[in-house]
């Protein structure tokens, strides 16, 4: 399995999709975000199929770069990788 397709746009894929969530945690400079926060984001970069959304959400957490902790989801700093 590869992490993108040649059927897919690559504006849809999930480490692209990934990397605009975590250019939105970098732009609010907190470690938190809503669904709702995320969604809407990427609502205005015309990303809006849920599918792909919740790809690239499962990519960052199998990653350790974010964790889920409701009703947030959390970047993971540094620090705390490996410490679970």
């Not at 480490?15 to 400079?29: C, S």
């Not at 984001?41 to 902790?69: C, D, Q, S, V, W």
Request: zero cysteines.
């Amino acid at each position: 399995m590869s992490l993108v397709s040649k059927d897919e746009l690559l504006t849809t894929s999930m480490p692209h999709i990934g990397y605009v969530i975590l250019k939105q945690f970098e732009a609010t400079g907190g470690s938190q975000l809503s669904l709702t926060e995320i969604t809407s984001n990427l609502k205005r970069k015309h990303i809006t199929g849920y599918r792909p959304i919740m790809f690239a959400l499962i990519f960052l957490h199998l990653a350790g770069i974010i964790e889920f902790r409701a009703p947030f989801v959390y970047k993971v700093h540094k620090s705390e990788v490996g410490a679970n």
